[in-house]
């Protein structure tokens, strides 16, 4: 089956830098990759996605990007503020069943 | 729509007790989605119905563990006999199959003592 790594596991930054999480995944016919976020406590909650025909995706301070050549795909988080801390799973599926999770990166946003 | 509803929220229970978790997906939803998580291992994928219908159970751990969609509307994911080490938030997802967004439920975070 499908097997998605995800780095960094922790991520610690400053109010207003940039975060960058990556994943990597190890089957090509995957072809729909989404970024969830979850807060403590509570339900992983989609925050953006992209799919294998697009190379980068943005939503406000949120952007993905993906290199199917490569096999991986990255979230970019600009500006960050303190309501962004939370856990970050990578995910890639095919035609959207079979959803398979990377390990997480819990990140900070130190006010 | 309320949203995928899952009960019991919290279970504590002792070892060798059967433990069952259920699941309402999102009305329209045809499939639906067993994870558990831990902070070992993330979010694994346990089992995943489309249309009712069992597709993948390879995550299932061990016989102890069964899932069952009897309808549409409704899933249960049981344990029998319990372990200490079965202790984990159990989350149940929905999708329209195909379309890709998972929503997740508010996840049963299960204790076996």
């Known amino acids: 089956g499908e097997n998605v790594e995800q780095h960094p596991s922790t991520l610690s930054v400053q109010e207003g830098d940039s975060a960058v999480i990556k994943c990597t995944y190890s089957d090509s016919a995957s072809n729909y990759f989404p970024w969830y976020k979850q807060e403590l406590g509570k339900r992983p909650q989609l925050i953006i996605d992209?799919?294998?025909?697009?190379g980068e995706k943005k939503d406000q301070r949120i952007a993905v990007t993906l290199n199917k050549t490569a096999k991986h795909f990255s979230l970019h988080i600009t500006e960050t503020q303190p309501e962004d801390s939370a856990v970050y799973f990578c995910?890639?599926?095919?035609?959207?069943?079979?959803?398979?999770f990377g390990t997480g990166t819990s990140l900070t946003v130190i006010p | 729509d309320a949203g995928v509803i899952q009960s019991p929220r919290h279970e504590v229970t002792e070892m060798g007790q059967e433990v069952t978790l259920r699941c309402k997906p999102i009305?329209?939803?045809?499939?639906l989605f067993w994870y558990r998580q831990t902070m070992m291992r993330g979010l694994e994928l346990l089992i995943y119905?489309?249309?009712?219908?069992?597709?993948?159970d390879s995550g299932m751990p061990e016989d102890r563990f069964s899932a069952k969609m009897p309808n549409a509307s409704f899933s249960t994911l049981k344990i029998q006999p319990s372990e200490p080490r079965d202790s984990a938030v159990y989350f149940c997802?929905?999708?329209?199959?195909?379309?890709?967004?998972?929503?997740f439920g508010e996840g049963s975070r299960l204790t076996v003592l």
């Open positions: 009305s329209g939803h045809n499939s």
């Open positions: 119905f489309n249309n009712n219908v069992p597709i993948d």
């Open positions: 997802a929905s999708s329209f199959h195909g379309t890709g967004e998972l929503f």
């Open positions: 992209i799919r294998s025909n697009v």
């Open positions: 995910a890639a599926s095919i035609t959207g069943n079979q959803f398979y």
